[in-house]
């Protein structure tokens, strides 16, 4: 039994012993279930592998990356050496090794294009296949402008002429001007200017002992040649690239040749790329050069780059490459379009960047490709002559970007790279700033076609450099 009392604000409860006991029997132990061993085990396993995986996370990434890696690898490797196919008009990989990764631009044929009127065109308009099977070369015209005939000085021109006045030759200038160019003086360069219909100048070659010797089996070689797809890697800088998406009547009527010197060759050779006893690698006549003139090795690039018509005498037509890219265009085809269409003699890529001469001077010096000094020493010229600050050529910027250069072997053109060469040898090597200043003097010289960036990277698949080129070897092997 139970009672209660109330004390004023506190309340007070008794319980009975009889009370306690129902209580306590009211008060049951729960029983806990016991874990089984097995599962605390396997609980702990699977703590011990999860803390494995947080501590080693990174190299279990990385290993299967390194697998896909290693498998990508062998099966480069396993890709057949190519040839090249006439009958499908391309050149497969070429059977050297390529010091290049499995994305780049090699062998690439895809066509460029651009917007133009709200409507995407190719750069390069080039006749489909089955036309560039059946295109001939044009017959040979006489000249309908102004310069007839060119020629050259050399060593047995113990005076020069210049108009009406004969001028002794001068050698007292200091400059890189040497035995195979001919020393060409001031004044002289200011005639040469003046087109006439008979035209001497100073075009490489001065004398026999000049440098640049070719073997005769090379030389007797290129005087077959009337088309020429044309390169050069002088310092074993560059690797050669077989030139693809030629036609079969291209393959038949146009040389390619790649001029090499001794540091080439070797180091080739060390890659296992050797030159066969036909003188062919690929399709490329390999023809080495000695006794090359210059110490600059980007100066002894200027030869064949800039005169193909000296080098080959009875070709009418020219495509030069830059040893850095592939040519990817069948040749003929690239004179359709780049010259024959449009009536002209010379095509040169406008410069991507720049438009001014002199914005161009700038960043040759902030690239180091050429010293303050004699970038100075020819603007300085340029200014005096009067140059413009940006240049233009029939509404185009007059600034080039020379890594192709399609041309025809007329006289005004052949004049046109002689005094070209001559400005690259008396000023910088760097032929973007004198081909602006060459084109504004010799004013007669019209039919030019400045092609758009787009179109150069539809006529080669661009390289880079593989390494740097390596100093002049002189032909007793010693370095320059």
């Not at 017959?139 to 005076?159: F, R, W």
């Not at 040649?225 to 050069?232: A, G, I, Q």
């Not at 100075?376 to 910027?397: A, C, I, S, T």
Request: with cysteine.
């Amino acid at each position: 039994m139970s009672s209660s009392m109330f004390n004023g604000n506190s309340i007070s409860i008794s319980v009975s012993d009889d009370d306690s006991d129902e209580v306590g029997k009211m008060r049951v132990r729960v029983r806990r279930k016991r874990k089984k061993p097995g599962l605390r085990i396997k609980n702990d396993l699977i703590g011990r592998i999860v803390r494995k995986l947080l501590k080693w996370w990174m190299v279990l990434l990385f290993l299967p990356a390194a697998g896909l890696l290693l498998f990508e690898a062998s099966s480069i490797g396993r890709k057949p050496a190519l040839v090249i196919d006439s009958q499908l008009s391309t050149a497969k990989k070429p059977s050297f090794p390529l010091e290049r990764e499995p994305n780049s631009n090699l062998n690439r044929l895809d066509p460029t294009t651009r917007v133009i009127g709200g409507v995407r065109q190719r750069c390069l308009k080039i006749l489909p296949p089955e036309e560039l099977q059946h295109l001939d070369i044009p017959a040979v015209e006489e000249p309908t402008n102004l310069v007839k005939k060119v020629v050259y000085i050399s060593q047995n021109d113990l005076t020069y002429v210049a108009g009406n006045s004969t001028l002794p030759e001068q050698h007292t200038e200091p400059s890189r001007f040497n035995m195979f160019t001919g020393y060409q003086t001031l004044d002289q360069r200011e005639e040469s200017f003046k087109a006439n219909e008979t035209a001497l100048v100073h075009c490489g070659f001065y004398s026999e002992n000049g440098g640049f010797k070719i073997s005769d089996e090379d030389r007797t070689y290129m005087q077959t040649c009337k088309v020429v797809v044309s390169t050069c890697a002088f310092g074993g800088g560059d690797d050669l690239y077989q030139p693809i998406g030629m036609s079969e009547t291209s393959l038949q009527k146009v040389c390619y040749v790649a001029f090499w010197d001794e540091i080439t060759r070797m180091t080739q050779e060390l890659q296992g790329n050797r030159i066969g006893e036909n003188h062919f690698i690929g399709i490329w006549r390999i023809v080495v050069v000695r006794d090359l003139p210059f110490t600059d090795q980007r100066l002894n690039g200027k030869i064949p780059k800039m005169l193909g018509h000296r080098l080959f005498p009875q070709a009418r037509y020219s495509i030069w490459v830059d040893s850095k890219s592939q040519f990817r265009r069948d040749p003929l085809g690239v004179l359709e379009a780049l010259l024959w269409r449009p009536n002209s003699v010379l095509a040169i890529s406008e410069h991507g960047a720049r438009s001014s001469v002199y914005d161009e001077a700038k960043a040759v010096v902030k690239k180091h490709k050429a010293t303050p000094e004699e970038v100075e020493v020819q603007l300085m010229q340029y200014r005096h002559d009067g140059l413009p600050e940006d240049k233009r050529f029939n509404g185009k910027k007059a600034l080039s970007e020379a890594s192709v250069i399609v041309r025809e072997h007329t006289p005004l053109s052949n004049l046109f790279m002689c005094l070209w060469f001559n400005e690259v040898v008396r000023f910088t090597s760097r032929d973007q700033l004198s081909f602006p200043y060459t084109l504004w003097r010799l004013k007669v010289l019209k039919n030019i076609n400045i092609f758009p960036v787009c179109t150069r990277k539809d006529l080669v698949n661009s390289m880079g450099h593989i390494r740097k080129a390596k100093p002049l070897i002189t032909s007793h092997g010693a370095l320059v």
